[in-house]
Structures are given as C-alpha cells and as structure tokens.
C-alpha cells in the first residue's frame, strides 16, 4: 500500500515513514521461509529456506469449486514464495529511493534468491507451472516470476486452462485484479473480453444477473435460490473495475513517472463495446479519456492536466505526445 501511494501522489514521505514496518514484514516472511515447512515437503533442498510454506495461509482464497476443509491444510507455498519475492523486490527499490542502499543491496539479494528457489520448486522441466491452475498462471506472469523465453508459452497455458473451464475464470482473491490485465498483456485482449462478459457462473455478470449491487465474497455468494454464501460486498473480484480504468480507458500510471507527471491513455476496445469514458483526478488535475466508434471509426478524445505530458496511443498501434488540453484522435476501428 504504501507503494501504490507513493506511485499515485510521488509523495516520498509515505515511503520513509513506513519504511521500518515494511522491513519488519519481509524480515519476518523470510524467517518463516527459513525456520518452517509444511509437511508435504519432507526432502529439503539448499533453495527450501527461501520458500515460505509453513504455517497457515489463506493463499488463494475463494477459487471456484475448491473444498474449503482441503483448502486449509494445502500447501500455498507457490502463493506465498511469489509474495515473498514481490515484497523483496519492491522492498529494495524501497529502499534506494529513501537513501538506504545497503538494505536495497540485501532486499534485491533475498529477492534473487527467493525467485531462484520459486523457480527450482514450481517451475516443471516442461515449462508448465506447479500447482497447474489459473492463478499460478496468472501470478506467475504478473510478478515476473517466469523467465522471459516462457512468458509466450505460459500465457498460452493459460489461455488453454480457461478454455478447459469452458471459458470461465478459476480465480480467487489474490490473482483475480491480475486476470485480464495479464491477457490483454500477452495478446489475449480478446479472451480477456470473453471472461469480462460471461454471463454464467462463474462470473462477474453471474452476480449482476442475481440481483447483485456489490461484488461478491465467493463467486457464487447467492445461489440460485437467494441464499447467501458468504459477505456481498467484498472488493477483492471487484478489482476488475482497473480493467476498465486501465485498459478499457486507457489511462495508466507509469512507474517511472510517479505522480502522473508524464502518463498513458492507451484504450484497448473490445467485447463489442462502441464507447467507453473515465475520469482520473491526479495530483495535477483531472484527466479523461472518451472513445466512440462509428462508421468503422475510432475517435478518441483526451484531456490532460496542467503541467502534465501523456503519451497516447491508438488502437492501430499510432502515438503522439499531448501536453496539457484536449487533444483528439481517430483511425480505423
């Protein structure tokens, strides 16, 4: 959280202030993957101490069809290994910007190694991804966890996964916000679009079909009957909505330019959609971004802020760099 801050507000100060309990998290996280296993993993390997399976975790909460007494006592070290490793990661890089560089050196140091161990323990000789499910997928593309030459083929599994469900997601808590993103990503708009607008269970308009006004706990937190499962207002599945900010819209925050002092409205259209608009109010002021589509057309306009750049791209691949105004576009649709 306190990164998301930083990246929105490019206030440095939340970073410096939080910066001890962050260390104090990842510090513990490793002690854990040192000092505890679960019990499945009986033979240890030099690369077991960096991954963190011991304990409980709630991991990969609220998937389709997966038995909750089972769920208790898996092993989620694929989960929590691939967090370990974010969190080191993103705790370097930290660390850096705050002036701290031997603890950014020790924190890039555990994160190397912590990959290492994630790909010796869940990477198979084939390529495929240990445990074989939709959010391994998922997790492993977002976070960087497979090596580049498997990016194209571990997206491809994916794809197939989703296709076996019968062109449903199988996600939980922690890898649904990454679902569509990670398709639209790796070239998959299109499948993106189809899970965005599946209308039976499991799926988001399953929800909207039961009556639904909040996103739901559990994807089938009222059944048929109206019978609640589990909490109707959870923002977790909701995470969705970014798609729409991000990728639909098209308006993203760049890394290297915290603040949205320099940003991207790259729309991706699809799904059938002919229009779409959003509204971002930054630091610097209100940004928008509105598309429609007529007559084999794409028109886009966009306004950016004072004291702002973006660099806007359009369906057909095109870019321009717009200063503050409002700055309008079209090509083929």
């Not at 002036?99 to 912590?114: E, V």
């Not at 499948?191 to 799926?203: G, I, K, N, R």
């Not at 971002?280 to 429609?292: A, I, K």
């Not at 802020?305 to 717009?322: H, N």
Request: hydrophobic share 40%; aromatic share 10%.
């Amino acid at each position: 959280m306190p990164w998301e801050l930083y990246l929105v507000y490019n206030d440095l100060a939340v970073l410096a202030e939080f910066r001890p309990m962050m260390t104090r998290w990842v510090d513990f996280a490793a002690e854990r993957a040192r000092t505890r296993s679960h019990p499945s993993r009986t033979a240890q390997a030099p690369h077991h101490e960096f991954v963190w399976d011991g304990g409980f975790h709630w991991g990969e909460w609220c998937e389709p069809d997966v038995d909750e007494e089972a769920f208790r006592t898996a092993d989620h070290g694929a989960v929590a290994t691939a967090y370990l490793y974010r969190s080191a990661s993103l705790l370097s890089r930290i660390c850096a910007l705050t002036g701290h560089p031997h603890d950014a050196g020790r924190y890039a140091l555990l994160a190397a190694n912590t990959l290492n161990a994630w790909h010796k323990e869940f990477i198979a000789d084939d390529g495929s991804l240990i445990p074989n499910t939709q959010a391994t997928y998922v997790r492993a593309l977002a976070f960087g966890l497979v090596p580049d030459d498997l990016r194209a083929a571990t997206a491809d599994r994916l794809v197939e996964l989703i296709r076996a469900a019968g062109t449903h997601l199988g996600t939980g808590f922690l890898a649904t916000p990454y679902l569509l993103p990670v398709l639209a990503d790796t070239g998959h708009l299109g499948v993106a679009y189809e899970l965005l607008f599946q209308d039976t269970a499991p799926s988001w308009l399953t929800m909207i079909d039961r009556g639904a006004t909040t996103i739901w706990e559990h994807w089938d937190g009222l059944d048929e009957h109206g019978t609640p499962h589990a909490s109707l207002n959870h923002y977790s599945k909701g995470a969705v909505v970014s798609f729409l900010h991000c990728y639909t819209a098209g308006i993203r925050l760049r890394e290297d330019s915290p603040g949205y002092r320099h940003f991207e409205v790259r729309p991706q259209p699809g799904g059938g959609l002919t229009w779409a608009e959003a509204e971002l109010d930054s630091v610097h002021g209100r940004t928008t971004s509105q598309w429609h589509i007529t007559d084999d057309l794409f028109h886009l306009s966009v306004t950016v802020p004072p004291g702002t750049t973006a660099t806007a791209t359009m369906p057909d691949g095109r870019s321009f760099t717009a200063g503050p105004g409002t700055h309008v576009d079209s090509c083929g649709a």
